[in-house]
Each structure stands twice: as structure tokens, then as C-alpha cells.
């Protein structure tokens, strides 16, 4: 019995890794790693992929430093129609590039 119980936790945390490519929410913030550019969270604001691991940022104008840039869909959030926007910046939990 103790093989079947550690093989279905050894499936479930194999699963939980596969989908991490997700943002999936997690508190105040969102926990996972991007696997696109740039996106629209379900909470409304952009974020942008940040390193080559899929690490990610919520976005902010004045490059970080401004109010976080809102988002209705993922083409919102394109970079390149706005270059004042940077990773978000300053005193908050979420902020910074990661994937956790």
C-alpha cells in the first residue's frame, strides 16, 4: 500500500510541474512560468516574460517605475506598442521576475 500512495503523490507533483506553464493564482499574486512573451492575467494586467526560463513580470509604465498597465487581452500587452513599459518595480509583493 505505501508504493501505491507514493507513486499517485510522485504522479500528482509530476503533473503539478508539467502544468506550471500556467499563471495560476497564488495568494496576491500568480505562481507559474510563462510560455509566451507577454500576456493579459486574469486579473487584468500585463505581464512580460522576463528571462529565457520563462521567469515573468507584472508590467508598469515609466519603465517599471509608473502604474502597473492594464489589459482586457493578451494583445494589450504587447511590448512593442509601448516602449515606457518595464518590469514593475518598487515596495510589493508581486513585483520583480520570477516563477514562483
Known amino acids: 500500500m505505501k508504493f501505491s500512495i507514493a507513486l499517485a503523490l510522485t504522479a500528482l507533483q509530476a503533473t503539478t510541474v508539467l502544468s506550471s506553464h ?3 493564482r497564488k495568494g496576491k499574486g500568480f505562481e507559474g512560468c510563462a510560455t509566451k512573451p507577454f500576456g ?10 522576463c528571462a529565457d526560463a520563462g521567469e515573468w513580470c507584472w508590467t508598469a509604465y515609466d519603465h517599471g517605475k509608473g502604474d502597473w498597465k492594464t489589459c482586457k487581452e493578451d494583445a494589450d500587452c504587447d511590448p512593442s506598442r509601448d516602449s515606457s513599459v518595464g518590469c514593475a518595480m518598487g515596495d510589493c509583493d508581486t513585483c520583480g521576475c520570477s516563477c514562483t
Do not use: K, S
Open 22 to 24: 500556467v499563471l495560476t
Open 40 to 49: 493579459c492575467g486574469e486579473n487584468g494586467w500585463c505581464w512580460n516574460q
